[in-house]
């Protein structure tokens, strides 16, 4: 895989692109790119300033950052001068009318020093006169402050606050300090003052003369509890004040701690060319950038609308009331009085009550259950750590749109099939023609036309959707014929990605439109991932795998990696001791070995059933309810419970691990693939051979989210999507998403090898966890069936007797149990649960579930060990 990642860098990618620079462009005419720039005309070399590419947003972030200086250092120095330049700015000798007139032409005016202290002159004292004293008084420094935030957002592109709860805050925040000031100062003096400013003062007056001092007091103190509640919410119970409380579950929706540039999502509109329309593409295009948008906003729906007869008169009938059977009668005659028993206590609800006040008391006592605490300092990955291949945009060539559209229209022309109007979407490798067929025309001989479509178009790749579900218009995706990369990077630092509150979030890549396309694993709740060789498969595993390390804490997530290949997971070795888990006797944290497959899975298995058991003890549905309910200390017996991370178990060649174990390898997929969605454990499969021995009834079953990349046949297709398309993709990729109703395309993210190498990096030189997460220990058949022992007394571990009564307690007969509970190593717990078997305590080895225990109770569980201490005849 890295040579793979490499060479792609190197070569394809960058020779691809070249052709969009405008330099190379001309090389490609075999002309020399300096003699023809020369030779371009001067209105073509002058700056286009567009609103959209980003420089006119750009300038304006720049002009309010350099505003909300120049404010600060007005408004600071009037603090300072303001007694001094009074006779500049007082309305007898100076004012606005006078910063435009000459000093001459000032001592003409009478007015007898033109000279002004203030740090900015005439305008920064006139100014700073006009905000603070006319104005707000000394809260007119928030200004300052507005203009610093929204030239931030701007220029930076990186957003410190949300603008519009800022722009609200800061104008009551303005009003109330400049209302608040001259209140308390109305005490004092009698006059305005440049602390609460003119509005300030009359507003006090006014507000005085209509409700009183005391009724001002009121108002100011009504005003600013009601924000307080607003913006925070606060708790009225003040002296029990809520600790601040650390984020509570993944869905808080916990984005990386640094601030991230943002880049907006570009969403390709349709290009629409009606009936009869004549060349517009081009002109649109060059009237508007490179940004595809639709010529003409007209309904699709009106010309096949208008057409249809409207004959038929609407027939209305008359509603029918179906009346209740009940009497008319007055209803105080039959209404029953409802006695409420208020003095009966209510068993349940106080035994609720209990549990509720004591999980209160315990998060007063110790806080919030912190899953995060043992990696507290834990950094997140930087987004800088991936890198920007390729433009944001989409270059859009004009040229090739309108040939194809017209060569679409020519063949279906050719076989008598008219169409009313055509549109197209640009999309980062295929654009998508929709088109609207005139009425009475067949879609069955459209979708017949396919391979004539291809070969007038000359493009491989050509797949028609007819109809485009949900959308009355018949559909061919065409491949662009400069596909454009799509960038991890690009689809990380959007929005859409920052913001979201997925628990398993991977960003797949993006839709035909252009538009980020994030899926949730959780959801899914497990994936299969297909295509053949060379298509993209690797780069799609690891794309998921990095969306997944940028959103979560490793204390939220471990990964079950499976490489039979054994070089394409190899990457993620460097973060064993914080994501992966493990079997606990397996030295190597990322499994290469079929026999230690079928292991691990088994070993899920027990996990998914002990995963069960604790949800079944917290008397809750799923994984996130149960974890919510151990971080807010509201499990009654929290010993027996822990925090449980999601598991993802990743298989990267699925087919070599079919062909070799087969069935022991299926049994414990597809009992996970039922069963573990509940409780946090999700697959994602790939496999390079989609035949039907590998992807069997009961996977397929199982596995309602597929993905395909590229295969070589229809039957291929099918046996991913049930649905043909996939052979039809052009590889790099592109891939087929279906998740059981839609089919959707995508251009999946790109992420090489030196990138995923520099996050593992930053992941694995942080602090992590003493080892990786282990698995409960399984033990196969073979080797349970050589481990078992004859009972020998003399021979016995002397914490025998405590482990057979731990696991009578727990009724639980496991090796684990009793590695965790008694802190014994793995071998040590191991030999014990043998020598109990041997015993007759518990029951054989039973593959993935969880020993027999032959004992009901403590009670006769001692009455059996004190036989065992008697000695034998
Ligand atoms: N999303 C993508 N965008 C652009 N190019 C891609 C993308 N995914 C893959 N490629 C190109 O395809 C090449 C092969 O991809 P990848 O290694 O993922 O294929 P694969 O299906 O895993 O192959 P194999 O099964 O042999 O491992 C990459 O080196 C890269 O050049």
Known sequence: MPIKGNQFRSNS?????????????????????????????????????????GRAIKIIGLFFLVLSVFFLIAFTSYIFTW????????????????????????????????????????????????????????????????FFIIGYRLLFKIRLFSVSKMLAYTFFAIIFTSVTIGFFH????????????????????????????????????????????????????????????????????????EPVELVDEEISL???????????????????????????????????????????????????????????EPQEETEIPLTIDVERPMPILNI???????????????????????????????????????????????????????????????????IDKIKATIGPTVTLYEIIPAPGVRISKIKNLEDDIA????????????????KGTIGIEVPNQNPEMVSMRSILATEKWQNNTMDLPIALGKTISNEVFIADLAKMPHLLVAGATGQGKSVGINSILVSLLYKKHPAELKFVLVDPKKVELTLFRKIERHFLAKLPDEADAIITDTKKVVNTLNSLC??????????????????????????????????????????????????????TAGKEVEQPIARIAQLARAVGIHLVIATQRPSVNVITGTIKANFPARLAFRVL???????????????????????????????????????????????????????????????????????????????????????????????????????????????????????IIDQLEAAGIVGPFEGSKARDVLYPDEYSLERYLEELQKPRD
Request: with cysteine; hydrophobic share 40%.
């Open 13 to 53: 990618f960058k020779e691809e692109n070249e052709p969009r620079k405008p330099g190379s462009k001309n090389n490609a005419g075999g002309e020399r790119p300096g003699r023809e720039r020369i030779s371009k005309p001067i209105a073509e070399r002058l700056p286009v300033f567009d609103l959209r590419d």
């Open 270 to 328: 349709p290009v629409e060319w009606p009936r009869n329309g004549g060349n517009r593409v081009k002109d649109m295009l060059a009237a508007q950038g490179a940004a595809a948008e639709p010529l003409k906003q007209e309904p699709l729906q009106q010309m096949p609308l208008q057409q249809q007869p409207l004959q038929q008169t609407p027939v209305y009938h008359e509603p029918v009331v179906l009346k209740p059977e009940v009497s008319h």
């Open 713 to 831: 046949s229809k039957i291929d297709s099918r046996t991913i999507l049930d649905a043909g398309g996939a052979d039809q993709l052009i590889g790099r990729g592109d891939m087929l998403l279906s998740t059981g109703s839609d089919l959707i395309r995508l251009q999946c993210a790109f992420v090489d090898t030196p990138e995923v190498e520099r996050i593992s990096d930053f992941i694995g030189n942080q602090r992590g966890y003493p080892s990786a997460m282990f698995l409960p220990e399984y033990v196969g058949e073979g080797e349970a069936g050589s481990s078992a022992k004859e009972y020998d007394p003399d021979d016995r571990d002397p914490m025998f007797e405590d482990a057979a009564r731990l696991i009578v307690l727990h009724q639980q007969g496991s090796t684990s149990l009793i590695q965790r509970k008694m802190k014994l190593g793995y071998n040590r717990a191991g030999r």
């Open 606 to 659: 027990i996990e998914m059933d002990q995963r069960y058991d604790l949800l079944k003890d917290a008397q809750v549905r799923n994984l996130k309810e149960y974890n919510t309910k151990f971080v807010n200390r509201k499990i009654s017996d929290p010993e027996k419970h822990r925090y449980l991370p999601f598991i993802v178990l990743v298989i990267d060649e699925f087919a070599d691990l079919m062909m």
């Open 186 to 257: 109305a005490f004092i003096i009698d006059y305005p003052h440049f602390l609460e400013g003119n509005f300030g003062f009359w507003t006090n007056r006014l507000l005085a003369a209509q409700v009183g001092q005391s009724g001002t007091g009121f108002i100011l103190i009504f005003l600013a509890l009601t924000v307080l509640i607003i913006a925070y919410n606060i708790d009225f119970k003040l002296p029990q004040r809520k600790d601040k409380a650390t984020p509570l579950t993944p869905a808080d929706g916990e984005a990386s701690p």
């Open 83 to 146: 007694q001094q330049d009074q006779s500049y700015v007082s309305k007898a000798n100076g004012g606005w009318g006078n910063l435009f007139k000459t000093s001459k032409e000032l001592l003409e005016n009478g007015v007898n020093s033109p000279m002004v202290d203030n740090w900015l002159g005439k305008f920064g004292a006139l100014l700073s006169n006009q905000f603070i004293f006319e104005w707000f008084g000394v809260a007119s420094f928030l200004f300052v402050f507005v």
């Open 352 to 418: 609720e009550k209990s549990d509720d006040d004591k999980a209160k008391s315990l998060v007063e006592q110790f806080g919030m259950y912190d899953h995060k605490l043992d990696l507290a300092s834990y950094k997140y990955p930087g987004i800088d750590l991936l890198e920007n291949y390729g433009a944001a945009k989409i270059a859009v060539n004009s040229e090739e749109l309108e040939a194809n559209k017209n060569k679409i229209v020519e063949t279906l022309n050719h076989y008598n099939i008219e």
């Open 455 to 470: 070969l007038s178009l000359a493009a491989l790749g050509i797949r028609i959707i007819a109809p485009m579900p949900g």
